[in-house]
């Protein structure tokens, strides 16, 4: 990651908390393997350090933070956010088909059981900075500068948790300690959704006026900015205005995305949509991860790619995700005038369903890829079996052909992971303002410069359209554009229509080839999928509410 990351120093200063809340024994011995709190506030480098390091986590559980400590979200693990969703499952499970089966429990949360525990700790460690920073030498602008950082981190943690779990516990500026008095209200209180969204959007409204425009310094590149901040307070402001938050005005929400829009600084990235997500540094990113030779994450070719090229074909797109790609004139394919043929279903899509998805006959590394049954090498009937796609597809998107599939392990893992880029703010605004307003000419501009997007060049969309109408263009535009980037999880819980989309069964490809022709039917990937109104919000896990002493709330249902 080009923060000036220090896998050293990140250890040390995460084993420096345990360290504070210990009180001293009978035994004075002077740890050797952690830094002292004197030493990081004597010595400014050391405390920038340590900020640095609060843009990553602790590593919390099996098969996570490969490679690298974790960041915000899911972003590149093996089994990724969208395999919770419609979008894709995840081939081997890993703690996955739990959740997309409805069996979550406050015991058994999956992959999803770390996001209480990180995010606490991270807004701790940012209090704690905050708590000391004037006791360390440097000047007022860094100082401001790196307190504009802290505040837009811990932002970004209660966003975390406030769209996982809604109402949370606000900590203020507490630095809690092992001793804390477990009777204090304060520690167990969840606030309002409303009250929480507030918090972090004053703190981002903090960071926006102390964080630069953009970091210069090649070592910076990945550390908020004021662009940043102003992102994630439009993205918040989109969801408290969303049915399931009701906790705020869409015309709110349309103004936070404007005023990142009015910046002028960011823009869609014309180099081609698959191209994108292997480029950093370009005007669309806003708020980025970037990794290093020294610090990759998981290779994704082998992660994911298919059996027939000895990859392990992890997360799988669904049929769902993909009979939502329109064809290439604009229609849907149910659409009787829009040219679908069920019998060779790929052809004439929007071009960004062939950057994101591979397909029986799609080609990939010089070959074809062949799901078809019998003899494709990429169904059962091709090497390693156990690796094949249960969906008939593969992922295509974040996959960067000139890294080797075999033995990756030197050379790959360096594509960036997009927090937050432009093309989610102009879907935020055309959003926001169309349930505003309704579909004004702003709306209509912010999509189509979406769809008109060098290598995409899809129709405009049609004038005339109800507000209705314009609602599900934007809903399937946000799919399409924003697929695997852990927006759908969210998106259909905030619009309240996950009872729908989650309680449709998970749906792959069966490819039967027969001579020069094949033959496509539909086929269940994973079965028992399932949504209940419970699961709009994760249950808080079961040892967090034992730790409070069974003060601390739990969520409806669970």
């Not at 360390?136 to 981190?153: C, N, T, Y």
């Not at 292997?278 to 290779?299: C, K, M, Q, W, Y």
């Not at 071009?351 to 890829?369: E, H, Q």
């Not at 605004?429 to 912010?446: C, F, K, L, R, S």
Request: charged share 20%; aromatic share 12%; hydrophobic share 35%.
């Amino acid at each position: 990651m080009k923060l000036r990351y220090n896998r050293k120093i990140n250890i040390l200063i995460a084993s420096l908390f345990m360290l504070s809340a210990c009180k001293k024994d009978f035994l004075e011995i002077t740890p050797t393997d952690r830094i002292s709190d004197a030493t990081i506030l004597s010595d400014s480098s050391l405390f920038q350090n340590y900020v640095i390091n609060r843009y990553m986590g602790v590593r919390l559980t099996n098969k996570e933070g490969e490679g690298v400590p974790p960041g915000f979200g899911r972003a590149f693990e093996y089994a990724m956010w969208s395999s919770l969703t419609d979008e894709s499952i995840y081939n081997n499970d890993d703690n996955t088909w739990l959740i997309q089966r409805g069996q979550l429990a406050p015991e058994n949360l999956g992959i999803a059981g770390t996001i209480w525990g990180r995010s606490y700790r991270s807004i701790r460690e940012v209090n704690y900075a905050l708590a000391n920073i004037d006791k360390v030498q440097m000047s007022d602008a860094l100082k401001a500068k790196l307190i504009g950082e802290l505040k837009f981190i811990r932002a970004y943690r209660y966003q975390d948790l406030i769209r996982n779990y809604g109402r949370v516990v606000l900590m203020g500026d507490a630095v809690t300690e092992l001793a804390d008095d477990l009777t204090n209200p304060k520690l167990f209180k969840r606030a309002s959704i409303k009250e929480g969204i507030d918090y972090a959007v004053a703190q981002l409204n903090d960071a926006a006026q102390a964080l630069p425009v953009s970091n210069d310094d090649s070592w910076a590149l990945g550390r908020a900015t004021k662009g940043a901040a102003l992102a994630l307070k439009s993205r918040l402001l989109l969801y408290a205005a969303s049915p399931l938050y009701n906790a705020g005005s869409w015309a709110d929400a349309a103004a936070a995305a404007k005023a990142v829009m009015d910046m002028n600084k960011y823009s869609l990235y014309q180099g081609g949509y698959r191209e994108l997500f292997l480029s950093d540094r370009n005007n669309e990113a806003i708020f980025e991860r970037l990794f290093t030779f020294g610090a990759p994450h998981v290779r994704m070719e082998i992660a994911n790619g298919p059996n027939g090229y000895n990859g392990w074909g992890g997360n799988l797109p669904l049929q769902n995700m993909v009979d939502d790609y329109l064809m290439a004139n604009g229609k849907p394919i149910t659409d009787p005038t829009s040219g679908y043929d069920p019998q060779n279903p790929y052809a004439n899509r929007d071009p960004r369903f062939y950057a994101t998805i591979l397909y029986n006959n799609a080609s990939y590394r010089g070959k074809t890829v062949e799901t078809f049954m019998p003899g494709g090498k990429d169904s059962p009937d091709g090497p390693s079996n156990w690796n094949t796609s249960k969906t008939g597809y593969y992922l295509r998107k974040f996959m960067d052909d000139t890294n080797p599939i075999d033995n990756p392990w030197d050379v790959a893992g360096r594509q960036p992971w997009f927090y937050l880029r432009y093309a989610e703010i102009l879907l935020n605004y055309a959003e926001a303002q169309n349930e505003a307003v309704g579909p004004d000419a702003t709306v209509y501009n912010a999509i189509n410069s979406i769809r008109s997007r060098q290598s995409v060049n899809m129709p405009a969309v049609p004038a005339g359209l109800s507000q209705a109408q314009m609602r599900d263009v934007i809903r399937n535009e946000r799919r399409v554009e924003l697929a695997f980037e852990e927006h759908r999880f969210y998106d259909v819980r905030r619009w309240k229509i996950a009872e729908v989309t989650e309680n449709v069964p998970a749906y792959g490809i069966k490819v039967t080839k027969s001579g020069s022709s094949y033959t496509y039917s539909s086929k269940v990937a994973i079965d028992g999928k399932s949504f209940a109104a419970k699961h709009y919000w994760l249950p808080i896990p079961r040892s967090e509410i034992q730790a409070s002493n069974n003060q601390l709330e739990q969520n409806p249902g669970y």
